[in-house]
C-alpha cells in the first residue's frame, strides 16, 4: 500500500519560512513525478510546485514564483518544499502527490496523494 506522509506545516508569520517534506512508500520513487498542491477555505485545489522524475524539471504557479523552491531526493524516497516570504494568502491545506502516468506538470493527475499538512500564514 502506497503512503505519502507530509510534515512540517504549522502556523507563521507574514513573511517566514516553513519547510513541508513528503515520505514516499511507492517502489520506483525515482519513476514518478511528484508536486504539492494547496486547497484553501472556499478554493479550488491548485498545483503549487511540481518536479520531474529526475529532479531537473520543474513548474511553479506564479503566486509562489521566487518563493517556493521544490526537491527531491530519490535515494531518500522524499520530496519537500521550502517556502520563504511567506504571505497570508498561502494559508492552506497543502497535499503531496505523485504520478508515474506523465512526466509533465500540464498533465499531472496524481494517482496517490498524502493526508495534508495545515500551513497558516498570520498577518
Known amino acids: 500500500q502506497v503512503q505519502l506522509v507530509e510534515s512540517g506545516g504549522g502556523l507563521v508569520q507574514a513573511g517566514g519560512s516553513l519547510r513541508l517534506s513528503c515520505a514516499a512508500s511507492?517502489?520506483?520513487?525515482?519513476?514518478?513525478?511528484m508536486g504539492w498542491f494547496r486547497q484553501a477555505p472556499g478554493k479550488e485545489r491548485e498545483l503549487v510546485a511540481h518536479i520531474n522524475w529526475n529532479g531537473i524539471n520543474t513548474y511553479y504557479v506564479d503566486s509562489v514564483k521566487g518563493r517556493f523552491t521544490i526537491s527531491r531526493d530519490n535515494a531518500k524516497n522524499t520530496v519537500d518544499l521550502q517556502m520563504n516570504s511567506l504571505k497570508p494568502e498561502d494559508t492552506a491545506v497543502y497535499y503531496c502527490a505523485g504520478d508515474q502516468k506523465s512526466d509533465y506538470y500540464n498533465d499531472f493527475t496524481p494517482r496517490y496523494w498524502g493526508q495534508g499538512t495545515q500551513v497558516t500564514v498570520s498577518s
Open positions: 511507492m517502489r520506483s520513487f525515482s519513476t514518478y513525478a
